[in-house]
């Protein structure tokens, strides 16, 4: 405990601040959204060797080597595309001077991000977020997987040989996958979470 309020007190610890709106030009992971998609910034953690930039379409997560090395590792992960769970916030003790933001990504990647304690209540923005996304993510999943049992469903109600005409297969074959493709690729998959930042984050 003393080590670590001697690092901070040092400032040799990676413990982060969230940076202002106002600042967000100035980060690193600016360079990397994808500005000609809409892709913007609506949280972002900053300490000595990292970055946590959540924008409306992804984590970024700008990975430095050391506090004193210019090397960075970019990761992005798409939120149409992995999964957030596990969202918590451990408070800090008297002595402790940081919180901790802690949530995992595809049930195989744990985020612990170190946060001073004075932002607590801009990170409960960034928690009530992130749960939200994790639980509409969960939802969409189970819509799904209702998607091909449905389909099953309603092949066995029809036979190959009541069809008319190759073509009128072809018709259905093409209007069928088409709705499959549409419920499992865009209705059940929200790619952008605008919405859900505008509501929880406090600017």
Known sequence: MFKKFAAEALGLSDIGVIVAPSDYDKVDADDYLFHEDGEK???LIKSKKDEYCFTNLALIHVDGDSAVSSK?????????????????IETAGTIDLDIELKFRIDDSLDFNIDVRKSHLEQLKDIYKALHTIGKMQSRHAVARDNVLPCLSALASMYKIGSVDSEATLVKHYN???YTVNSALLERHVKRDFSDVFEKYIQS
Do not use: E, K, P, T
């Open 41 to 43: 910034i609506f949280f």
């Open 175 to 177: 209007a069928l996958l």
């Open 72 to 88: 960075r590792a970019i990761r992005r992960y798409d939120f149409a595309s992995h999964v957030i769970s596990g969202v918590s």
